[in-house]
């Protein structure tokens, strides 16, 4: 009698679920949506404007005079971000080798966490889309299996087209955001490892500018 009566109310308390969880998949699906307009944004406004030949460009920075470097960076085509991190490390001519190395990983850094903040949304998700998907699939089943009993196929099949519509929504949801992610992972390794070698080589080179000035005094 106990346990029915528990089995009652665990019944009723995720039974009421549903609802929820086809609201929680509608904001799912629209935050989905904005991801991928950001997506598409970020293409067209960003990734396919940077054109810039990362070795040659290394190549130049080696041979050219330090007071060229910043007027050589701005000129190439680069990210905004880039440019702007590789002026600040340029621009900063009163620190010692040790601290100007710190600088450098401290900009890498702030580089590659503004990145991540692209990436969390649709690693969520990804991960968000499924599990509400498989509970917007189990939740009807229960009153589905009831009026399967009763011999209500009208209340089963509504319950199984539930079940079909969340499970779909779930695993589109999670599709979409999966590939936006793999993408997006690729891009940003590549500015990151465009940024890293660009700074590695400017700091090679205002270190041997220093020391060269060091020396003629």
């Known amino acids: 009698m106990i346990s029915d009566n528990v089995n009652s109310i665990l019944r009723v308390i995720i039974s009421n679920f549903q609802t929820p969880v086809v609201i929680i998949l509608l904001v799912l699906m629209?935050?989905?949506?904005?991801?991928?307009?950001?997506?598409?944004?970020?293409?067209?406004?960003?990734?396919?404007?940077?054109?810039?030949?990362?070795?040659?460009?290394?190549?130049?920075?080696?041979?050219?005079?330090?007071e060229e470097l910043k007027q050589l960076i701005l000129q190439n085509k680069l990210l905004p971000r880039q440019k702007k991190a590789l002026e600040?490390?340029?621009?900063e001519t009163e620190m010692d080798e040790s601290t100007l190395e710190t600088y450098a990983?401290?900009?890498?850094?702030?580089?590659?966490?503004?990145?991540?903040?692209?990436?969390?949304?649709?690693?969520?998700?990804?991960?968000?889309?499924?599990?509400?998907?498989?509970?917007?699939?189990?939740?009807?089943?229960?009153?589905?299996?009831?009026?399967l009993g009763q011999g209500n196929t009208e209340m089963l099949s509504q319950s199984l087209l539930i079940a079909f519509d969340t499970t779909s929504a779930g695993v589109v949801i999670a599709a979409v955001a999966i590939v936006i992610a793999q993408i997006r992972k690729q891009w940003y390794r590549r500015y990151s490892q465009a940024l890293e070698s660009l700074m590695e080589v400017i700091l090679t080179k205002m270190k041997s500018d220093t020391r060269s000035g060091g020396a003629e005094c």
């Open 30 to 66: 629209v935050a989905t949506v904005i991801v991928a307009g950001t997506f598409v944004y970020e293409f067209f406004i960003e990734h396919r404007k940077l054109k810039a030949d990362i070795p040659k460009l290394i190549e130049t920075i080696n041979m050219a005079e330090p």
């Open 88 to 91: 600040e490390l340029i621009g």
């Open 105 to 147: 990983a401290q900009l890498l850094f702030e580089e590659e966490e503004h990145y991540q903040k692209y990436l969390r949304w649709p690693q969520m998700i990804s991960k968000l889309g499924p599990m509400f998907g498989l509970l917007g699939t189990l939740v009807p089943l229960g009153p589905g299996l009831m009026a």
